[in-house]
């Protein structure tokens, strides 16, 4: 079992910063963030090997960057010019086996923290 423990969402206005962190109980092959709103489908905002490779959304790309600590089983999401679109609940997810993280396949999930952008 993995447990994920997500903060740093809140308010912020248009064009501001914020920085998610996940912190992972054990060890994991990769991570991400997710993000919904509601009446939508989640969708993937970035996810991160062991290794380091990402993967990012092209509707975040350049504006957020993930990075990670793997000695503290933690990723970070730091998020530049934010937008009001970007307003959503974000959730940290997180896999140790490697054919999951290749498909994109992520079996534990954060409780989510919600990230409002307003104008």
């Known amino acids: 079992q993995v447990q994920l423990v997500e903060s740093g969402g809140g308010s912020v206005q248009a064009g501001g910063s914020l920085r998610l962190s996940c912190v992972a109980s054990?060890?994991?092959?990769?991570m991400g963030w997710f993000r919904q709103t509601p009446g939508k489908e989640r969708e993937a905002v970035v996810t991160i090997k062991r290794d380091g490779s990402s993967s990012y959304a092209d509707s975040v790309e350049g504006r957020f960057t993930i990075s990670q600590d793997n000695a503290k089983n933690t990723v970070y999401l730091q998020m530049n010019s934010l937008k009001i679109e970007d307003t959503a609940m974000y959730y940290c997810a997180a896999d140790p086996q490697y054919i999951h993280c290749s498909r994109g396949d992520f079996d534990y999930w954060g409780q989510g923290t919600q990230v409002t952008v307003s104008s």
């Open positions: 054990t060890w994991t092959y990769c």
